[in-house]
């Protein structure tokens, strides 16, 4: 079974500019996370999608971050303006529902904001 | 607010030693307590879920414990292949989602 795919697996952008970032879930998966690691720090969940709607966004910073999944598969995260604090791994995962407690997560995409 | 701590930050060991990671958790109400190994690079791989104390999981030289106040991952003989960071989350009752609230990790290396 394919895992969890996710692209490009590195960006370097300089402040101030867009970028953005896509997910496949594992084939069936319902439910879709996008988290956020900083170097030296745990995941930190950005927002939860359930098909192709969002259950909890509480922590995404919406005056810069947007997200979408638009027909309950693929998922795309974006960042328009980065700034220097954006330079993490972002890490897409999927559990087969919402009641499904374990997540399966991507590779991760490393982003350098410069 | 849920929290999860991780001790010690790193670990080295020598291949064989045996020791145990400890997470210790403050939540309103456990769904699930997590555990998962991350090497450098890579996204998180999934290897244990505890759900209530008193709770043990195996899988091959790793053993994971459950309280009601922290888990505890020991390792048993390791070898160099076992070093990674090894991750601990809480999921918690009543959150509209199941986010997985993570600790810091522990650094494990092994030392042939």
């Known amino acids: 079974e394919a895992g969890v795919a996710q692209s490009p697996r590195y960006k370097i952008i300089e402040k101030r500019q867009s970028v953005a970032f896509w997910c496949n879930p594992i084939s069936g998966h319902a439910t879709l996370y996008w988290y956020q690691q900083i170097l030296g720090q745990g995941p930190k969940l950005l927002i939860q999608?359930?098909?192709?709607?969002?259950?909890?966004d509480s922590q995404l910073p919406k005056d810069r971050f947007s997200a979408e999944r638009l027909k309950g598969v693929d998922s795309t995260l974006k960042i328009q303006p980065a700034k220097l604090e954006d330079s993490a791994v972002y890490l897409c995962?999927?559990?087969?529902?919402?009641?499904?407690?374990?997540?399966?997560f991507g590779p991760g995409t490393r982003l350098t904001v410069t | 607010e849920d929290q999860v701590t991780q001790s010690p930050e790193a670990l080295r060991l020598q291949e064989g030693e045996s020791s145990s990671l400890n997470c210790s958790y403050t939540?309103?109400?456990?769904?699930?307590l997590f555990w998962y190994r991350q090497d450098p690079g890579k996204g998180p791989e999934f290897l244990f879920t505890?759900?209530?104390a008193g709770e043990e999981k195996e899988k091959e030289r790793l053993k994971a414990t459950l309280t009601k106040k922290e888990s505890f991952l020991h390792i048993t003989a390791p070898k160099p292949e076992d070093s990674a960071t090894y991750l601990c989350?809480?999921?918690?009752?009543?959150?509209?989602?199941?986010?997985?609230?993570f600790g810091k990790g522990t650094s494990l290396l092994v030392t042939p």
């Open positions: 989350a809480v999921q918690a009752l009543g959150n509209s989602g199941y986010a997985l609230n």
């Open positions: 939540v309103s109400g456990l769904r699930g």
């Open positions: 995962a999927s559990s087969p529902d919402q009641g499904w407690y374990e997540q399966y």
């Open positions: 505890l759900y209530s």
């Open positions: 999608f359930q098909n192709n709607g969002v259950v909890d």
